[in-house]
């Protein structure tokens, strides 16, 4: 019993990350209510970014070269496809490379306030 009790949990897990897998966008498409696209053109695109304090964006990826200016502080915990958590810390009027990211990964605001930031992509 128990061994079928863990079999069924592994092929939760397993289809809980082929599907998180398949809905993941890069984060303007993947969740448009936290990333809005503010100007593009043939070089770049800009992202306004904004995690709603005690909320979680929705499953996305970062395919392409970019960089991240942080708007306010806040203190982010990343959620990769495997449940690995890791948190993020940033400081007011810093900037910084955001690595590329072709997993898919949600972002959680566990604050009171909501978080901003600009990120710069290349195309």
């Not at 810390?89 to 901003?116: F, L, Y």
Request: charged fraction near 25%; charge should be positive.
């Amino acid at each position: 019993m128990k061994q079928i009790i863990m079999l069924s949990l592994a092929a939760f897990s397993f289809g809980s990350v082929a599907a998180y897998a398949q809905e993941a966008k890069p984060s303007y498409e993947g969740d448009p209510q936290t990333y809005k696209v503010i100007f593009e053109d043939q070089n770049f695109r800009v992202i306004e970014a904004v995690w709603k304090a005690g909320k979680t964006d929705k499953p996305h990826t970062h395919p392409i070269p970019s960089v991240i200016y942080n708007v306010t502080g806040c203190a982010l915990k990343l959620h990769d496809a495997e449940g690995k958590v890791r948190e993020a810390t940033s400081k007011p009027g810093t900037a910084g490379p955001v690595p590329i990211i072709t997993k898919p990964h949600t972002a959680e605001n566990p604050g009171s306030a909501d978080c901003r930031a600009i990120i710069v992509e290349r195309k």
